[in-house]
């Protein structure tokens, strides 16, 4: 069974820095998609970053630039390098993975079975 466990959320005022970790266990190869989604209070779910096993990222446009999404396959974490943060990044951050498929590095929900528990993010103005 895949597990994933996000860490590095907290409370920062506008401008600052945040670096996400998401340490995944229950799988042997590192040949998998992964993602971190947000969703804030009433708003759905989006994809903000995902990454395939090659390292090719993909972004949502309002964090292109701020935000960084990376891998250490040997440790098997996913981070979340995030830069210049806003008010409206606030949000519950999500870590997501599923095996490779030709759809990846996908940031659709749908394309992903397993989810961590999520770690906050609050940015003040």
């Known amino acids: 069974q895949v597990e994933l466990v996000e860490s590095g959320g907290g409370s920062v005022q506008a401008g600052g820095s945040l670096r996400l970790s998401c340490v995944a266990s229950?799988?042997?190869?590192?040949?998998?998609?992964m993602g971190w989604f947000r969703q804030a209070p009433g708003k759905e779910r989006e994809g903000v970053a995902a990454i395939d096993s090659a390292g090719v990222a993909r972004y949502a446009d309002s964090v292109k630039g701020r935000f960084t999404i990376s891998k250490d396959d040997a440790q098997r974490i996913l981070y979340l390098q995030m830069n210049s943060l806003k008010p409206e990044d606030t949000a519950m951050y999500y870590c997501?993975?599923?095996?490779?498929?030709?759809?990846?590095?996908?940031?659709?929900?749908?394309?992903?079975?397993?989810w961590g528990q999520g770690t906050q993010v609050t940015v003040s103005s």
């Open positions: 229950g799988y042997e190869d590192s040949d998998y998609c």
């Open positions: 997501a993975a599923n095996r490779w498929s030709l759809r990846c590095p996908s940031r659709m929900e749908s394309d992903y079975s397993y």
